[in-house]
């Protein structure tokens, strides 16, 4: 017991290093990446916005720090000769693999809730932000640019004092029909939530009459002017497990979106499941590379994972769309493909 505890541990701090370097490599690329998309807005939005990012990447980085975590830990106990004094003491090595599989199952776990009933809401909680870095870019842009672009409506102007704009012209949508209006000059001001354009001697013009107005004012909720995009119910990568259960089991359901469903769910599943694959890999590995440099071990276990993604998204993908075999199938082939290859390297290496 106290031998598995020693390994537990070991396995434990080299899971918490891993994962801290690999967000050391992956969170600068990320952090760039949300600023550029968000526009350069505010600390505030930026912050708001690089947990969900994170967040969608876990069920990949993590489970790719458990298997550099493996390689390392069973890897230092063959290169330290710890594996011989294990064996010598009459304790089989394949007994020290369940360390490993007490730290696996629980991330199995949490990193399938993640994927099946965290990450499909994350989507849209993404776009709330970047909507939200909409509004803060258009009034950062109020109070400098010549050029508006609000919803469906462009406010062109020649000149711009802060909130003022002189010699103005507004493209808008007006009770179902498209209208302009000039004006010698327009203030844009933000109230309770509202954009308001008040505008000075200005002449409204359609296809059909000219009216002209002293002072007119028009006003739209910036809510419905920078509105978020509706949920695309007609996805399944953007449903949670639970909605993709019910919904698969509709009696009406079209057999091809039947299958897509079907795939979706498994696929969640199967890459939850990847600890487990990676343990059946990393244990031999480290083993095989106890000789080696600590870069030898870590390129050899980003191998894997980089190989594994890749069948993953590909092979799958590709045979769940091309309908040669069942949607279980296709999401589960890469994995039976690692499940095989780790097992034989397991055996081998263990059973010496």
Request: aromatic share 8%.
């Amino acid at each position: 017991m106290l031998l598995q505890l020693y390994v537990l541990r070991q396995l434990v701090l080299a899971l918490v290093f891993a994962v801290a370097g690999l967000s050391v490599i992956v969170f600068p690329t990320v952090a760039v990446g949300a600023v550029n998309k968000l526009g350069a807005i505010s600390v505030d939005l930026v912050a708001s916005y690089l947990p969900l990012v994170v967040a969608e990447l876990v069920p990949y980085l993590l489970p790719m720090a458990f298997l550099l975590a493996v390689v390392a830990t069973y890897g230092r106990l063959a290169a330290e000769r710890e594996l011989i004094a294990i064996q010598m003491a009459g304790v089989h090595p394949a007994r020290l693999a369940l360390p490993g599989l007490i730290v696996s199952l629980p991330l199995v776990w949490a990193t399938d809730h993640l994927l099946g009933q965290v990450a499909p809401e994350l989507k849209y909680e993404q776009r709330t932000v970047l909507r939200e870095a909409d509004v803060e870019r258009f009034l950062n842009g109020m109070q400098s640019r010549n050029v508006l672009t609000f919803g469906q409506n462009v406010l062109k102007s020649e000149s711009t004092r802060g909130n003022l704009k002189t010699n103005v012209q507004l493209d808008m949508e007006l009770d179902g029909e498209l209208v302009k209006v000039v004006a010698s000059e327009a203030r844009l001001d933000v109230e309770g939530g509202r954009l308001v354009v008040r505008m000075k001697d200005a002449r409204l013009l359609t296809e059909t009459k000219s009216i002209d107005s002293a002072a007119p004012s028009y006003a739209w909720s910036l809510a419905e002017l920078f509105a978020a995009a509706p949920k695309d119910r007609s996805k399944p990568k953007y449903q949670t497990t639970a909605e993709l259960e019910l919904q698969q089991e509709l009696p009406d359901l079209d057999p091809a979106k039947r299958d897509e469903i079907r795939y979706e769910i498994h696929r969640r599943h199967a890459l939850a499941a990847t600890y487990l694959l990676f343990l059946l890999l990393g244990v031999p590995t480290g083993l095989a590379l106890r000789s080696s440099t600590p870069l030898g071990a870590f390129t050899g276990a980003i191998g894997y994972a980089f190989l594994y993604y890749v069948l993953a998204m590909r092979l799958g993908k590709v045979l769940a769309e091309a309908g040669f075999v069942p949607p279980l199938l296709a999401a589960w082939a890469t994995n039976g493909l690692f499940l095989v290859v780790g097992v034989v390297f397991f055996v081998r290496a263990l059973w010496r």
